[in-house]
């Protein structure tokens, strides 16, 4: 019988994230059931990112790599992660305290689930346009939004990771592999993520690009075909 991941690994990816890097790496580590390992990757930052989280938090693992996007980012934290289950939260994003433990007492309850998602509700600062698409969504389960998510790493591993070239939607095109190779994706209600929205959300921009998200379609569709 398949049993639920005993290890947990966060993978952080920042890009120019000295405004809010602290404040989520603290929510992280607040957490009532603490992961086991914190991996950063720092994904080519112009500003003291690295240094903030070297000075501010010594028990993470920090990776540096040339600026590659967000999914090469979490791939290189993938790689390097040595535990059963994987979750990712970005640099400007929060976690409630009660996350890892919503989310992996339901996996033991479920252990045949290769992956497990909540749902997610939104921090806007003051200054930031609303997209109401992510409005309509807000607090219902967001499988399509990685951050959401645990998974087990060899089912990430068995996927071939994340795939995308910041086009923002590298979210969709995985939630789509995952169901085409049949994961079994358990969701529960709880909110799992604080997506903050700011000015600089490069996946919200991104996002925006139409173009991007029909050729993922497209691609998901021919797969099915072939």
């Not at 290769?114 to 992510?134: K, N, Q």
């Not at 209600?189 to 997506?195: P, Q």
Request: aromatic share 4%.
């Amino acid at each position: 019988m398949t049993a639920a991941p005993a290890s947990l690994t966060v993978i952080v990816p920042i890009l120019n994230g000295t405004s809010f890097v602290s404040e989520t790496l603290r929510s992280v580590k607040s957490q009532t059931l603490p992961a086991d390992e914190i991996v950063v990757v720092d994904d080519g930052s112009s500003d003291e990112s690295a240094d903030i989280v070297r000075r501010e938090h010594p028990d993470a693992v920090l990776i540096r790599q040339p600026g590659a996007g967000a999914a090469a980012a979490r791939n290189a934290g993938a790689r390097r992660a040595r535990c059963e289950a994987l979750a990712f939260v970005d640099h400007d994003d929060v976690w409630l305290p009660e996350r890892n433990a919503a989310l992996l007492h339901a996996w033991s309850a479920n252990p045949e689930a290769d992956a497990i998602c909540g749902a997610f509700r939104l921090l806007g600062e003051p200054w930031a346009s609303d997209d109401e698409r992510l409005s309509r969504a807000e607090g219902g389960q967001a499988p399509f939004l990685v951050r959401t998510l645990l998974i087990r790493r060899s089912c990430w591993i068995a996927l071939g990771g994340m795939r995308g070239e910041g086009d923002g939607v590298e979210d969709l095109d995985l939630y789509l592999r995952l169901t085409e190779a049949g994961a079994n994706i358990l969701r529960i209600d709880a909110a799992t993520l604080i997506y903050r929205t700011h000015g600089a959300n490069q996946s919200l921009a991104a996002v925006r690009h139409s173009g991007a998200l029909l050729s993922t379609l497209r691609a998901a569709v021919l797969r099915r075909r072939a």
